[in-house]
């Protein structure tokens, strides 16, 4: 059975710090690792995905690494914005392709 | 990638009533994913929907109280049976596609309400 811990919980940080949130599973026979955003009340967006043979991603101001054999995935936020607030949860896919998500870490970027 | 609306954005329903929940994807996918968000919590999966099966529900949930239909490859209905304020949650409408990697696209949830 797949575990999946997201460590911090919640971060609240001034404008403009670099950030790193960090995901942690148990089993490394994963299919891809995604990152999604949540803003209260809504559904989920994806950010990035990293399919199991591929060490990072990026997305603008967004690098995502995946680090199989230690069952890790870490998502870097440079130069954070106030829009940038949001909850932000690790799923992890593995053969039954059914991802097993985090509980989320919720992120506030104040002015 | 896939586009996935739902119906209703929210509501809020007496204990007892029933709600029906419509989830359409504008691209055909094979399997159909519903979830349940309870406040402050995670994601947590009700059941997979294939087209033309029976779903197929998690530990905890149960085809009395959350009957999902599965019409075509592009349409699902979730219902949530004689509801007691415990049901209260965000239901999200998933799609993995195999032309997309296997990305995972949420639709925009609906918030249920029970009184």
């Known amino acids: 059975k797949q575990d999946v811990t997201q460590i911090p919980a919640a971060l609240s940080v001034p404008e403009g710090e670099n950030l790193v949130l960090n995901c942690s599973f148990t089993d490394s026979a994963i299919y891809n690792l995604q990152w999604f955003r949540q803003d209260p009340g809504k559904g989920l967006t994806s950010l990035l995905l990293i399919q199991s043979s591929q060490r990072e991603q990026t997305s603008g101001r967004l690098n995502a690494s995946l680090d199989k054999s230690s069952g890790r995935s870490t998502l870097y936020i440079a130069a954070s914005q106030p829009g940038d607030s949001a909850t932000y949860l690790c799923a992890v896919k593995g053969g039954s392709y059914i991802p097993t998500f985090g509980r989320g870490t919720s992120l506030i970027v104040h002015p | 990638s896939a586009v996935i609306s739902q119906k209703p954005s929210r509501d809020i329903c007496q204990r007892g009533t029933s709600l029906t929940i419509q989830c359409q994807v504008d691209?055909?996918?094979?399997?159909m994913f519903w979830y349940r968000q309870q406040p402050g919590q995670s994601l947590t999966l009700i059941a997979t929907?294939?087209?033309?099966?029976?779903?197929?529900?998690e530990s905890g949930f149960v085809i009395d109280k959350f009957p999902i239909s599965r019409p075509n490859l592009t349409f699902s209905t979730l219902t949530v049976s004689n509801m007691s304020p415990e049901d209260s949650s965000i239901y999200l409408c998933?799609?993995?596609?195999?032309?997309?990697?296997?990305?995972?696209?949420f639709g925009p949830g609906t918030r249920l309400t029970v009184l």
């Open positions: 929907a294939n087209q033309g099966s029976e779903a197929t529900y």
């Open positions: 998933s799609v993995s596609p195999e032309a997309s990697y296997n990305e995972q696209f």
């Open positions: 691209s055909q996918v094979t399997m």
